[in-house]
């Protein structure tokens, strides 16, 4: 396939654009209008986009565009990591094997230095309702989410390791996102705690910056457990809705890790405070028991807890990373999340069981 799908700006979605995609499609197919529905720009550019043609009904009208972030702070954040690139090839490679629910890709397109695009079905056109970072789930879509984690945990269970085509998902690119996020640990903790106001108990300031200092050894700790595919990201703004039954949207950060941090990175951002913690014990027993179903003999209910309760420093940090930088999430999202994260990890007393 030699055709050229980059997109760099809304201009550039013309029908002759999308009429090399729908030819990759439907054969025969004739584009005759494209209309922009929607532009958000954030850690990438997202336009959500009507495509008139006279094709199958199977062929969606309604799609999903995501290229490079027309934000020069997010787009500088992003390019080093190539984080796009990552979801585009996960999209072509992958996708196909997961056991939950996503988006359909259309095209995608990664160039070294170019960028990359993708081109998704828009969920919206099979009634699906797309989620939003500040949601607060309740306990029985909190439950669904969960049942969908565990069996996407345990379906790549012992298989990352050993099969090669897993390992592009740890090669350098990887390495090199994550030592970013340790040299810039300090600096982006700093300017977040200044930025959170009175969202982060005063309690927790010099544990998140001791962790932010020793977050190389933080981080070595959190990738030891039992290795499987894992989503990176799963907040209530990349769930989508359908028929009561949740997806799962953004897999930009998708890596090879442990899949409890998925479980603590959801609770913490996706549950208020107070239904977390009288439910979340539930929750995890729920995970575990799909995990034993499916043949996990990795945990028992005390050494989940130990890595659940670990895990949930990231989701701190990844909040306020986020606020530090500005202009990924929309801001009152991104306050919410910071206040359900920080109770969290105050809730399980997190940094003690870290080796900072």
Aim: proline share 5%; with cysteine.
């Amino acid at each position: 396939m030699n055709e050229n799908f980059l997109v760099r700006h809304p201009k550039n979605l013309t029908i002759n654009w999308a009429q090399r995609i729908v030819d990759n499609q439907a054969n025969g197919t004739k584009v005759s209008k494209v209309d922009i529905d929607s532009i958000d720009i954030g850690t990438t550019t997202r336009v959500r986009v009507i495509v008139d043609h006279d094709g199958p009904k199977t062929l969606p009208k309604r799609w999903f565009v995501k290229f490079p972030s027309m934000a020069c702070r997010a787009r500088l954040i992003t390019a080093l990591p190539r984080l796009l690139h990552t979801e585009v090839r996960f999209y072509q490679e992958i996708a196909h094997l997961i056991p939950v629910n996503r988006p359909t890709a259309l095209a995608g397109q990664s160039k070294f230095g170019q960028g990359a695009t993708l081109v998704l079905s828009d969920i919206t056109e099979s009634g699906a309702i797309p989620g939003h970072p500040g949601d607060a789930l309740s306990v029985s879509q909190a439950a669904m989410v969960i049942e969908q984690l565990a069996h996407f945990h345990a379906f790549f269970d012992n298989k990352v390791d050993c099969d090669p085509s897993f390992r592009w998902l740890a090669a350098s690119v990887r390495r090199l996102e994550d030592n970013l996020g340790t040299i810039l640990a300090v600096p982006l903790m700093k300017r977040g705690l200044q930025l959170a106001t009175n969202l982060v108990p005063a309690s927790l300031f010099e544990p998140i910056m001791q962790y932010s200092r020793c977050r190389k050894q933080a981080m070595n700790f959190l990738s030891a457990g039992a290795q499987t595919l894992i989503h990176h990201d799963c907040h209530p703004g990349n769930l989508f809705w359908n028929q009561s039954q949740p997806g799962f949207l953004d897999w930009q950060l998708v890596r090879i890790g442990e899949g409890i941090s998925d479980v603590s990175y959801f609770l913490a951002t996706a549950l208020d405070p107070e239904i977390r913690r009288q439910h979340e014990h539930r929750l995890l027993d729920t995970y575990l028991q799909i995990l034993i179903e499916k043949g996990n003999t990795t945990f028992n209910k005390d050494s989940l807890l130990l890595r659940y309760r670990a895990h949930l420093a990231y989701a701190l940090e990844a909040m306020m990373v986020t606020l530090a930088v500005g202009g990924l999430m929309p801001l009152e999202s991104n306050l919410e999340l910071i206040r359900r994260t920080a109770q969290a990890v105050e809730d399980h007393d997190v940094f003690s069981v870290l080796p900072i």
